[in-house]
């Protein structure tokens, strides 16, 4: 059952003491039990299909409501124990107690069945999955000097809350980010001035551990030493971030492979955080458009090369299209550091017509497109009149996807073959790619 919803800003809301008791009769893809009480739809946190709940009401709107669970009168027998002792408390991993299979399967139908709507005979492709744990190579610590403990607080922001959940393990990022945990926080509250501690991002990159620790004053002599000596003795890539400035003090800029290539970036870029579901999307992307030595292949919303620069290789001219100029220059720069001569990236507002500019006057026989959440709504009339014959579209968000996914047909272009990504196991993220054809 495909249940797909938009959060309104103003919403009707219950007091927050009110308890309702519903049965679960479905699973949204978000990883919400879904219930219906009097013909409304409520959709609750941490219940599942089978089971009888007793749950708290957080926001009541005309035809839907969102609760969270307080009791579980009768349980799923499928049910599954947390395997992180934070869960419940800390923001994320908000699917742990549901199977993974049966997490996919929730995120698989509720793609497939909006899709099935608006055109028949999709080619529904096996689903592109990998580890469901410690499968995270970046985090964000949060850092927090508590006045009245006169402590130093760190971890992940408590759910719904500003509050911190002091943490030693995260059960889904990556073992060598895992390994640092104890030792770094340990290592913050010998500082000298703990107060100026903002928060600090780890990055487990190809050539070592990232840390980027985010400062609101200049560092002591003291405390820069400490945090020297621990990059020294863990061999990090230590950057410090003040006054919005971010400098290396000790190691080498991060990078990580991806088809034979080396994609340098910075401490605060965007990469995807599954490393190995991002080598296998990007294996598919080029599987897929069936790529040849004579098509000219554009790739919108490039960032700094992650597909541009493998499918260059295989093709006669690419372009890279990205609305950060920082973004533009570090993935020429990972164009020349590959020698991938046969590509360009240009700095272009895709959220606004692009027909006039010089590089969408050229000829494009395939097009892979890569948008944020809100999709690629602005950028489609232009794109679709460069007339290529292949579109392959890669989507963080089915609503979105859907919604693109029209206009493109309305074009004349047919959804060829869709597959389900599990970027993001765990949680109600929900990636996708999708081909369409002309």
Not at 3 to 9: E, I
Not at 81 to 100: A, L, M, V
Not at 165 to 179: F, M, T
Not at 195 to 223: F, I, M, P, Q
Request: glycine share 6%; with cysteine; aromatic share 8%.
């Amino acid at each position: 059952m495909a249940l797909f919803y938009t959060p309104q800003k103003s919403a009707k809301k219950r007091p927050h003491f009110q308890a309702l008791t519903a049965d679960i009769v479905d699973l949204d893809y978000q990883g919400l039990g879904v219930a219906k009480i009097q013909g409304k739809t409520w959709f609750i946190d941490n219940a599942l299909p089978s089971e009888t709940v007793q749950f708290r009401v957080t926001e009541d709107k005309r035809q839907y409501g969102f609760g969270v669970t307080q009791n579980i009168l009768r349980a799923s027998a499928v049910r599954q124990t947390p395997k992180c002792r934070f869960f419940g408390q800390c923001g994320g991993c908000q699917s742990q107690h549901i199977p993974p299979n049966m997490q996919r399967e929730a995120k698989r139908q509720a793609l497939f069945q909006r899709l099935q709507k608006l055109q028949n005979g999709i080619e529904f492709m096996p689903m592109i999955s990998g580890e469901p744990w410690q499968y995270r190579r970046r985090v964000r610590l949060s850092m927090l000097f508590n006045e009245k403990t006169r402590r130093l607080e760190t971890g992940f922001r408590r759910k719904g809350s500003s509050q911190i959940v002091a943490i030693d393990r995260c059960e889904v990022i990556e073992p060598a980010l895992n390994n640092l945990l104890p030792d770094l926080t340990a290592l913050f509250v010998r500082f000298d001035q703990p107060k100026s501690l903002g928060h600090a991002e780890l990055v487990a990159a190809d050539n070592g551990v990232a840390v980027l620790l985010r400062v609101t004053k200049n560092l002591t002599e003291s405390d820069r030493t400490l945090l020297l000596d621990f990059a020294d003795q863990r061999r990090l890539n230590l950057f410090v971030q003040d006054n919005q400035a971010i400098r290396l003090l000790h190691g080498e800029p991060p990078y990580y492979e991806i088809q034979g290539l080396r994609l340098q970036f910075d401490i605060r870029d965007f990469i995807q955080v599954n490393a190995d579901l991002n080598r296998q999307m990007v294996a598919t992307a080029l599987d897929w458009l069936a790529l040849k030595e004579t098509d000219r292949v554009l790739d919108l919303f490039c960032g700094m090369g992650n597909f541009t620069l493998p499918l260059s290789r295989l093709v006669k001219s690419a372009v890279g299209i990205e609305g950060v100029s920082a973004m533009v220059e570090k993935a020429a720069k990972n164009a020349e550091q590959n020698h991938c001569e046969n590509v360009e990236f240009y700095q272009t507002d895709l959220d606004s017509p692009f027909a006039d500019k010089p590089w969408a006057k050229r000829p494009f026989d395939k097009i892979l497109l890569d948008p944020p959440r809100s999709g690629a709504a602005f950028a489609l009339s232009a794109l679709i009149g460069l007339q290529a014959e292949k579109i392959l579209y890669v989507s963080c968000n089915p609503a979105t996807l859907v919604r693109d996914a029209e206009n493109l047909l309305q074009a004349g272009y047919r959804l060829k073959r869709v597959a389900m990504i599990d970027m993001f196991p765990h949680t109600g993220h929900l990636e996708s790619i999708s081909l369409f054809e002309k």
